[in-house]
């Protein structure tokens, strides 16, 4: 049986769910039949490995580890202390597990099988095979909304674990911030040993709101994870994405972004560390529509061992997209003469009045400053760790939320087995 032919197979009706919701989520496994996994011949997806996933099926998952569930939440909660924390296990929201105590009043904040209708955009949204799975088999995810003007004090964090090898989990998503609304929302995903994670979301910023939005990847270093957002941006607002792939056989995260009105903002934080045989994917397309609209996009890489690291990135204005500013930027560290590193920067401008820039550079460790610290006792070893986590610290650096900034610290001294002072030292 072909891996689409067992999808189409499993698929069943879930208890309580409304009809509509059966209806589309049918619809998108006729699609799915359809279109089946996208090919490498396509330009979207030529870089990514899709033998995997289009040869084995990643079935929904039949039990729970409730002790694996509970320690590998610890282990994520500990990234973003203080946080409001949301859990989904294998797919599903495990309330045992989340902290919502002290919500402000007016904010929502629940499982999305509870508001199905949230999600109906992205079942719109299915522009290849990978995209429909995910909304056939879609089972939970997170249901967030801000009045307007309201600033949350601490940030909202969501851990998605996965405790059954080789199966799959699918999940939708929906975040809104009303006018003038701010708040900074973490996701962290860890994946399961030989597991599928797909993910997406739909991300609506009214008149002068901001989201901060991480994106961690901390998985099995057999797992595949696929995370999708769009970001609907309007007059003033601003999305500040922060994507951390730092782990799972293969990860990928699409961001597309909508500068749809005047003065919208967004700004791109992104890294990767990738070794072994791991594939770590960041593709960004952002579209300026507005007037006087701003882009600032920095990314970073680290590939090792026979890794390959790549960044797809397209900055696109429309007519209507007079006086935007962008600048996007790509950096990457080679460790070895076997790992590979693609960069794609893309300009597509119909306006005139506009200052676009993009740059790219792969090198490796610098020679002189790996020197100058063994000369001071360090180990080669300990020297290397500490230029590669100086090297990605600097796009922390850049991030204003404190509490996200603090959280891609951590992860990077947990990964390269440093303090987290001892670069700032």
Known sequence: MSAVAAYVAAFAPVAGEPDWWLAQRRAALTAFERAGFPSAREEFWRLTDLKLISTQSFLPPQTVDGVKAAKLVGEAASLVPGAWRFVLVDGGFAPALSDLEGLPEGVTLVATHARPRAVEPLTALLPDGIAALGVAFARDGLVLRVPAGLVLDKPIHLIS????????????????????????????????????????????????????????????????????????????????????????????????????????????????????????????????????TRTKEVVKGVADNHAHGIFQGKIAVTERGQKTDAQMQSRVLLLSET???????????????????????????????????????????????????????????????????????????????????????
Do not use: W
């Open 161 to 292: 674990v996965q405790t059954e090898a080789g199966r799959g989990t699918h999940l939708l998503s929906r975040i809104d911030l009303e006018g003038g609304a701010r708040a900074e929302v973490i996701e962290t995903y860890v994946g399961g040993e030989g597991a599928l994670l797909n993910g997406a979301a739909h991300i609506s910023l009214g008149m002068g709101s901001h989201l901060t939005h991480g994106l961690f990847v901390r998985s099995e270093a057999t797992a595949q994870i696929f995370l999708r957002v769009s970001a609907h941006v309007e007059k003033a607002a601003r999305y500040s994405a922060v994507p951390v792939l730092l782990g799972a056989q293969q990860s990928r995260v699409d961001l597309a972004i909508d500068l749809a009105e005047d003065h919208a903002e967004t700004d791109v934080q992104g890294l990767y560390l990738a070794s072994g045989t791991q594939r770590s994917q960041l593709l960004t397309e952002i579209t300026h529509d507005g007037y006087a």
């Open 339 to 425: 790992a590979r590193a693609d960069t794609k920067p893309e300009l597509e401008i119909y306006a005139d009045d506009v200052k676009c820039s993009h740059g790219a550079t792969v090198g490796d460790i610098d020679d002189a400053a790996l020197f100058y610290l063994m000369a001071r006792g360090l180990t080669r070893d300990e020297a290397r760790r500490l230029l590669l986590r100086a090297f990605l610290e600097e796009v922390a650096d850049q991030i204003e939320a404190p509490s996200v900034q603090q959280a891609v610290r951590r992860l990077l001294a947990e990964v390269l087995g440093t303090s987290v002072d001892e670069v700032a030292a």
